[in-house]
């Protein structure tokens, strides 16, 4: 943890530093602000994990002596296949042509995405957890 809050830290006051040149050679003021908004958001994501470090112990990360592997465990569980993304994608897609298009085509998309959103969340809801 202690890493990532110096690296946001660092990457703040690279896009101040970068904020004031492009201000001074540019002068517009859309980028300059974005560049300024860039640098608060930086460092307010530097700050949070910095202050956090200091009450998490210590991680693989934090050791120069760490492998890669000691942090390693199980990440969670992922799909092998599933056919719902594919429901999603086909009613997503019929969904915006219908904003180029007319909008009565989300008449066919909305049933699409609907039943590709139920799948994918009850696709595996079986045995003793499946409501009758």
Same mark, same amino acid.
């Given at each position: 943890?202690?890493?990532?809050?110096?690296?946001? @830290?660092?990457?703040?006051?690279? @896009? =101040? @530093?970068?904020?004031?040149?492009?201000?001074?050679?540019?002068?517009?003021?859309?980028?300059?602000?974005?560049?300024?908004? !860039?640098?608060?958001?930086?460092?307010? @994501?530097?700050?949070? =994990?910095?202050?956090?470090?200091?009450?998490?112990?210590?991680?693989?990360?934090?050791?120069?002596?760490?492998?890669?592997?000691?942090?390693?465990?199980?990440?969670?569980?992922?799909?092998?296949?599933?056919?719902?993304?594919?429901?999603?994608?086909? !009613? !997503?897609?019929?969904?915006?042509?219908?904003?180029?298009?007319?909008?009565?085509?989300?008449?066919?998309?909305?049933?699409?995405?609907?039943?590709?959103?139920?799948?994918?969340?009850?696709?595996?809801?079986?045995?003793?957890?499946?409501?009758?």
């Amino acid at each position: 943890m202690k890493v990532q809050g110096k690296m946001f @830290i660092w990457l703040a006051l690279f @896009i =101040l @530093i970068m904020g004031v040149v492009y201000g001074v050679w540019s002068k517009e003021p859309a980028g300059t602000t974005a560049l300024f908004m !860039g640098f608060g958001l930086s460092m307010m @994501i530097g700050y949070y =994990l910095a202050f956090t470090a200091r009450r998490v112990d210590a991680m693989a990360q934090d050791d120069k002596e760490a492998d890669v592997a000691d942090e390693a465990g199980e990440v969670g569980f992922f799909s092998p296949h599933s056919w719902q993304p594919l429901a999603l994608g086909v !009613g !997503g897609a019929l969904a915006f042509m219908g904003v180029v298009f007319g909008w009565w085509l989300l008449y066919f998309s909305a049933p699409i995405i609907m039943l590709g959103l139920w799948g994918w969340v009850f696709e595996y809801y079986h045995g003793e957890n499946r409501t009758q």
